[in-house]
């Protein structure tokens, strides 16, 4: 069936009382993996592309750098993959964007069949976030597309989202943004940190999600509310990276129970990107440590040097671009880069499986209303007259 649109996914999780993870893509095969495991286990299922991995999909290897041509193409592609499997999945699938920086990157994702998009206003004044996510939810509402903002700085990096402290969201200032914006769905600054360096032991602050969730049930408001830079960074993975001669410090994530307190105080949507990368990452040091003869492979040995030379990197976008076309549209050529899809598929399914049953998603695929962005045109036209 066609990909559906982020609210009635977050409208299920809140109505049913549990998570919903969402989890980027950077890779054709990773697509394809997230929405495997998902169909596995009956889960509904959002795939995000981030605002600059757009970028790297459209073939910009700097992708920090990736210019509005870049995303355009890299959306599409991403679009094309998810569609590819996610229009024959039976189960309910969002492709969302994540970290829309300006309107431009909303409606390159939103042409591009995103059926979802975050506008990250948060940098901005109130009224300034105000203004730009209401221009974004009028474009995407129009079209059917639902909209996320976000309200409160969170700590660390995410691809270019750079902030040196977090400042909490302030909850009166959710409502009423809420009110002013109609998004359906709020991204809040609770404590969780982008990025594999949140310090040990991270304590969330769920009152917030509690007290905004109180005062939406009050005011009729029945958005979704939205974590991000929440991956768990399981210490086992890192450990075995780093037995496996990486050099990565100071990583930690937030736990299991700190995320399952948050689903309890009213989060419904967790987003979970180092996890994948760091098993991605894992998967190709111990592949090439067991199969030695693919260090010097003319197809994939580059990757290995690659590994090498960044002992204290674990994106996978850094050690894959020798195989460009394989990441952005699925080709594999032979054996030897299907040794890396397998590193990828196989990375995925761990982490992605492991939080699906820890979020509670799993068989709640048929609680999920299906309706399609025409459908869902028509319900934005008569609840915002
Ligand atoms: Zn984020």
């Not at 829309?100 to 004044?125: H, N, Q, R, W």
């Not at 080709?331 to 196989?346: L, M």
């Amino acid at each position: 069936m066609a990909l559906v649109s982020l609210k009635p996914v977050l409208d299920a999780a809140n109505k049913y009382h549990y998570g919903q993870g969402a989890f980027n893509v950077n890779a054709v095969a990773q697509a394809k993996a997230v929405i495997q495991v998902h169909e596995m286990f009956r889960s509904p299922a959002i795939l995000q592309g981030a605002d600059l991995a757009n970028g790297f999909m459209g073939g910009c290897t700097d992708f920090v750098h990736a210019t509005l041509e870049d995303k355009r193409r890299g959306a599409k592609r991403i679009g094309d993959a998810v569609r590819a499997f996610g229009e024959s999945a039976s189960i309910p699938v969002v492709l969302h964007l994540d970290h829309g920086k300006d309107f431009e990157s909303c409606k390159a994702a939103i042409d591009g069949g995103y059926t979802s998009v975050m506008i990250d206003g948060s940098s901005l004044p109130f009224a300034e976030n105000v203004d730009l996510t209401r221009e974004v939810v009028k474009y995407a509402h129009e079209r059917g597309v639902s909209v996320e903002g976000e309200l409160g700085v969170l700590a660390g990096v995410e691809d270019h989202v750079f902030a040196a402290d977090s400042t909490y969201t302030n909850p009166l200032k959710a409502i009423e943004f809420f009110k002013k914006t109609k998004v359906d769905a709020l991204a809040i600054s609770y404590g969780t940190i982008h990025g594999a360096s949140k310090g040990k032991d991270v304590k969330l602050r769920c009152q917030i999600p509690i007290t905004i969730r109180e005062c939406m049930n009050h005011e009729g408001i029945t958005g979704g509310l939205v974590s991000h830079g929440s991956s768990t960074v399981p210490a086992y993975i890192v450990d075995e990276i780093n037995a496996l001669g990486g050099e990565l410090k100071n990583t930690y994530g937030i736990s299991i129970q700190e995320l399952k307190e948050a689903i309890a105080s009213g989060i419904n949507k967790i987003n979970v990107d180092t996890d994948i990368r760091l098993a991605v990452t894992r998967n190709m040091k111990e592949l090439f440590e067991g199969r030695r003869e693919l260090q010097t492979s003319v197809w994939v040995g580059e990757i290995y040097r690659l590994l090498e030379k960044n002992k204290d990197k674990f994106d996978p976008r850094v050690f894959l671009t020798p195989i460009m076309d394989t990441v952005m549209l699925g080709n594999i050529p032979n054996s030897d880069v299907a040794e890396i899809i397998g590193c990828i598929e196989r990375g995925v399914k761990e982490v992605v499986g492991t939080l699906i049953v820890q979020f509670g998603s799993y068989g709640k695929a048929p609680l999920v209303s299906r309706k399609t962005l025409d459908e869902m045109k028509e319900f934005y036209r008569e609840n915002e007259k």
